[in-house]
């Protein structure tokens, strides 16, 4: 058998989302084309025998942090070091770029994987679901909150900055394209997009004052299910999640190599993604 690891085209995205459909995560072809566009010499296909095996992609936020994501291997080709390849693969591209942390979510399944490669566990946090058609959604008062589609403003991604400990701006741009945005004076965000299975709740950056507002308005706009991973440090955020109807369905591990900034938790709402940060 013959194994290489090569640069992830937009031809590879019908078969990466058979990996997606397979592993029953909630992807769509548009989020392989946003990491492309954002990182198109940083994501890596494993092929074996000329088959696509595998997949993982990594995004830089400026030289501080880099995140890798969308790790896959076909079920069927586990165990044959394949996931090893593209981590290693991912890895070396990264410290290429002199990048001084290398962070990931990693599932149960994949961390020991990412223990022997070396990343260190920070926190375990939870991803939260809300089944679709609730009821018993609560809803704020929506003086302080605005609406936007496709922008954000610069007081916006300043707030995200100290929140997340780097600067994702491009990112946040991306997203916000296909995303329902709720922004607020104070420079308080939230995004809501599509998935394949649920709707994402996520990034949500913002003050405590904002934050009440911004999920209720969110989440009030979509009777899909929703899926919403919260930091388990901010316990504002887990105290609306069980107020909106959400409950804990699965575990994360975040995990570093490096020396990685520091989040402000209290501002820290909703992660981008796994995938993402």
């Not at 084309?33 to 990182?39: I, T």
């Not at 909150?145 to 954000?152: K, P």
């Amino acid at each position: 058998m013959s194994l290489s690891i090569e640069l992830f085209t937009e031809d590879d995205i019908p078969h990466a989302m058979q990996l997606v459909e397979q592993a029953g995560w909630n992807q769509l072809p548009a989020d392989w084309h946003r990491v492309l566009g954002l990182a198109p010499n940083g994501c890596f296909v494993a092929r074996l025998d000329g088959t696509l095996a595998g997949t993982v992609t990594t995004i830089c936020y400026g030289t501080d942090l880099a995140w890798i994501g969308m790790m896959l291997v076909d079920h069927r080709l586990r165990r044959l070091g394949i996931g090893r390849r593209l981590m290693e693969r991912a890895i070396a591209e990264l410290q290429s770029r002199s990048i001084r942390s290398i962070q990931l979510d990693a599932t149960p399944v994949g961390k020991t994987l990412y223990d022997q490669l070396g990343f260190r566990t920070e926190l375990a946090f939870h991803r939260w679901h809300r089944p679709g058609n609730a009821s018993n959604t609560p809803h704020y008062p929506n003086r302080s909150t605005g609406d936007s589609q496709g922008a954000l403003a610069e007081n916006h991604c300043t707030l995200d900055r100290v929140t997340f400990g780097a600067h994702r701006s491009e990112l946040l741009a991306r997203l916000a394209e296909s995303s329902q945005a709720v922004t607020c004076p104070d420079g308080s965000f939230g995004l809501l997009r599509a998935g394949r299975i649920a709707d994402y709740l996520g990034p949500i950056s913002a003050t405590e004052q904002s934050a009440a507002p911004i999920v209720s308005e969110l989440t009030a706009r979509t009777d899909r299910d929703l899926f919403w991973d919260i930091p388990s440090q901010n316990t504002g955020a887990v105290y609306l999640a069980t107020l909106h109807g959400f409950s804990p369905v699965r575990t994360l591990f975040r995990m570093t190599i490096g020396s990685a900034p520091t989040p402000h938790w209290a501002t820290m709402f909703a992660l981008a993604d796994p995938a993402l940060g």
